[in-house]
């Protein structure tokens, strides 16, 4: 064979070479891009912004205290952000059945129907830690004992506005702590001094929660909290100086009836502060 045609056929080999490995290369790319495309296209469905939750309850108790001694319906409706850090949310409710509330024109005891609208944002700076600012706002009863509702209002003395200002952190796979701040005084979160001011609690709760037995779908816990005012003797949920106000279990189990499945909890709680023990039944109705 002349060595110019050896050449020339080892040169048309490479360039082949050359070409195949280019068309391999942009199929690969290719691929690549499509196997992308496709990642965000899932995400994209899978990712759901917005999130709507309804509960029924025997009654409805917060750090401690029983809120409302009746049954309610809560809902929720929440944003959360795609990296799911951040939750920007609001919470309501409105009992079945009414209380007792004091009109001081009429000097005559009312009904009043519990009615709460809360909202709230978290930061999730991990799984194991987050922050949060709680806007409660319980206006049961407002209008019916003699006064003007102002929703957006933080008056301390008009009583049913206050801000938490919380903290999150698991320390354990089964333990967590809370810990939350009332902020500024809020419904009546105050001492009145000699002189008729007013003197902010700033109080504190702290809880700690630790799950102690699961079983499939099946789980108890058992909590512990307390309150107290570096600044105060009395707090926002104490008469006194700070005192423990939460003890108990709660008990989470998912019912499944046929497709639906509805998470329920009851939890056993006693307030040794106030003597109070309660049994509060949750369900989850989506």
């Not at 497709?259 to 039944?281: D, F, G, H, R």
């Amino acid at each position: 064979m002349l060595p110019s045609f050896k050449n020339s056929i080892k040169q048309h080999s490479i360039k082949c070479a050359t070409i195949n490995f280019k068309n391999i290369l942009l199929l690969l790319i290719v691929m690549q891009n499509i196997s992308f495309v496709n990642a965000q296209e899932k995400e994209m469905v899978s990712y759901k912004p917005f999130k709507a939750n309804a509960h029924l309850k025997n009654m409805h108790t917060w750090h401690g205290s029983v809120v409302h001694p009746g049954a309610i319906f809560a809902t929720s409706l929440e944003y959360n952000s795609r990296n799911s850090k951040f939750t920007l949310g609001v919470w309501g409710g409105a009992g079945f059945s009414s209380t007792d509330v004091y009109n001081s024109y009429t000097q005559e005891n009312v009904s009043a129907n519990y009615k709460e609208f809360s909202m709230y944002a978290v930061y999730h700076f991990s799984d194991n830690f987050f922050i949060e600012a709680v806007s409660h706002n319980n206006y049961t009863g407002v209008e019916e004992r003699g006064d003007k509702l102002h929703f957006w209002s933080y008056d301390k003395t008009q009583g049913y506005n206050f801000v938490d200002l919380n903290f999150g952190v698991n320390v354990s796979k089964n333990t967590s702590l809370y810990l939350a701040t009332i902020l500024g005084g809020g419904s009546g979160d105050y001492e009145v001094e000699t002189n008729g001011s007013y003197k902010d609690s700033w109080t504190h709760y702290l809880e700690i929660k630790s799950k102690v037995w699961e079983k499939e779908d099946s789980k108890l816990s058992l909590f512990a909290g307390g309150a107290w005012s570096f600044i105060t003797d009395k707090t926002f949920y104490t008469e006194g100086k700070g005192n423990f106000i939460n003890v108990g279990a709660t008990f989470g189990q998912n019912i499944n009836l046929g497709s639906y499945n509805m998470p329920v909890e009851v939890m056993a709680m006693w307030n040794p502060e106030k003597q109070k023990t309660i049994l509060q039944l949750d369900l989850t109705i989506f």
